[in-house]
């Protein structure tokens, strides 16, 4: 039967090839996510197939060929080495690894039926996301319940919590951050994650009374320990802490906004393009918010917001490369495993 006990790393997802008709069908996937687009039916349906897709994959398709390597997307190349990595450090104790993705291929599906075909009765889920959101996290574990809510003898499931203020988490990123800052010496050093439309912050906040106020994102306390915004902030500063980055060189904003709607603020964008109007000369940008490095990471700030900061002002903005395989990630993966392990049992 092979091993009992399997692993899936789950990220999020890219399109087949940096072609419109791939990523047209990459968006209708994604974007048809009520957890993604969280509005009624009928809205998303004509948002998504009367305003985005006639336009947005010819746009986009265009920004993947700038970052697209000759052996496929960048995210997903780099999720097949960790996988890997993490395959070869756990498959001596018996335990078998597969990667999904949470929109295209690999499919989780197609990953959770080779964890069956192994004999796993078992499962560890790990969402490669750092920090808890619906449209991420939620939208991926619901997608694995259903899937798995089809088998007749169902696997025992664990999940490795949101890491995003994990001592191994931080550890890891700031030991690829070090030399950046080390050889640039910025002016400043930005903290860049993932938006997200302010309607999806407040639902997170059972009590109604918390998110999007004044200090609400200083600390995690009960209403928004399942916040986005906040968890966000926890990184920024643990990041800091290990850095000797303060609060007064440093900014923490999102990017990768989409539509009219109100959504996290400061941005990105503006950000940086404002900053260089104020004199900084040399930027460093982190963005915690991914684990693997891919095309908001790679042509979002390496290439548009690094040529939006120079147009500005500025001289140099350098992208922290992000974890992707590194031996210090690979080892940080390995231990929340071996914790979600010890937990559930």
Not at 96 to 114: F, H, N, Q, W
Not at 202 to 209: A, M, N, Q, V, W
Not at 216 to 223: A, G, L, M, S, T
Not at 268 to 293: E, H, Y
Request: charged letters at 25%; a neutral charge; hydrophobic letters at 40%.
């Amino acid at each position: 039967m092979g091993t009992s006990t399997g692993v899936l790393l789950v990220n999020l997802g890219t399109p087949d090839e940096p072609r419109t008709a791939a990523v047209r069908r990459y968006l209708r996937e994604f974007l048809a996510d009520p957890r993604v687009l969280d509005i009624n039916p009928v809205g998303r349906w004509l948002l998504l197939h009367l305003v985005i897709l006639p336009t947005r994959p010819a746009r986009s398709a265009a920004a993947y060929q700038k970052v697209w390597r000759e052996d496929g997307s960048p995210l997903l190349v780099h999720s097949r080495a960790l996988a890997q990595a993490v395959g070869e450090r756990l498959s001596p104790r018996g335990l078998a690894v597969e990667l999904a993705m949470r929109y295209g291929k690999p499919t989780i599906s197609s990953a959770l039926d080779r964890l069956k075909t192994s004999g796993c009765e078992r499962l560890i889920i790990f969402p490669l996301y750092p920090q808890y959101a619906s449209s991420s996290t939620g939208s991926t574990l619901e997608a694995i319940y259903r899937h798995v809510a089809r088998e007749w003898n169902t696997p025992f499931i664990s999940v490795v919590p949101p890491f995003y203020r994990h001592t191994a988490f931080l550890d890891a990123f700031a030991a690829v951050g070090r030399p950046v800052l080390d050889e640039l010496e910025p002016d400043h050093v930005l903290f860049s994650f993932h938006g997200l439309p302010e309607r999806q912050i407040r639902k997170s906040d059972l009590s109604g009374e918390h998110c999007l106020r004044d200090g609400c994102c200083d600390r995690i306390v009960e209403h928004n320990r399942s916040c986005y915004r906040a968890q966000c902030f926890a990184t920024a500063k643990g990041l800091r802490d290990r850095l000797d980055v303060s609060e007064a060189s440093s900014t923490i904003c999102f990017q990768s906004r989409l539509g009219r709607t109100p959504w996290i603020q400061p941005f990105t964008d503006q950000v940086i393009v404002a900053l260089a109007q104020r004199g900084v000369k040399r930027l460093a940008v982190f963005c915690p918010a991914f684990v693997a490095d891919c095309l908001e990471t790679l042509e979002e700030i390496g290439i548009a917001a690094a040529a939006s900061f120079r147009a500005a002002g500025g001289d140099t903005l350098k992208l922290v490369p992000s974890l992707n395989s590194t031996s210090t990630w690979v080892d940080a993966v390995e231990t929340m495993i071996h914790e979600t392990l010890r937990d559930s049992d």
